[in-house]
């Protein structure tokens, strides 16, 4: 719908750089991203249930080609792949993540509780050691307490 020159001039670019441009050959970075993407639609269709890793693994031992587990997952996003799971996904019900409020109070408030409970007792209650200390400073046997403490 627009012509080319006025593109060009909109874009500081000349028209026989444009030209150049377009009618280049592919590199060959380009034709090995083309081969991988490819490759990896393939071993998808295959194993759908598998991952970026397993696949860039599979794809490393069984074909000999290099690439990392990041640029298969970027092939995956590129082609926008997901692997499916082959079990049921679970909702996550740790405290705040999406868990209903009723749950929160009813499941967790039992827990609570008992770690409340169990942190008032033991900060409360000293050592043995030290109760059977205080009752004999009390009980005025002093000469016992010295004798333990040298």
Not at 68 to 86: A, P, Q, W
Request: proline residues 2%; glycine residues 6%; contains cysteine.
């Amino acid at each position: 719908d627009y012509d080319i020159k006025d593109i060009c001039e909109l874009m500081g670019v000349s028209r026989s750089g444009y030209y150049k441009w377009k009618n280049r050959k592919k590199s060959e970075r380009d034709i090995k991203r083309e081969e991988l993407i490819a490759l990896v639609d393939l071993v998808h269709a295959d194993h759908k249930t598998h991952g970026y890793r397993w696949t860039a693994a599979f794809i490393r031992l069984e074909y000999g080609y290099e690439c990392s587990d990041n640029y298969v997952y970027k092939c995956f996003r590129f082609l926008g792949i997901k692997s499916e799971t082959k079990h049921q996904v679970h909702p996550c019900y740790a405290i705040g993540y999406g868990t209903p409020v009723n749950y929160r109070k009813r499941y967790f408030k039992g827990e609570l509780e008992k770690k409340n409970t169990f942190e008032k007792r033991v900060l409360s209650e000293e050592p043995k050691f030290v109760q059977k200390r205080r009752k004999q400073a009390h009980s005025g046997d002093v000469s016992t307490f010295e004798k333990e403490r040298v």
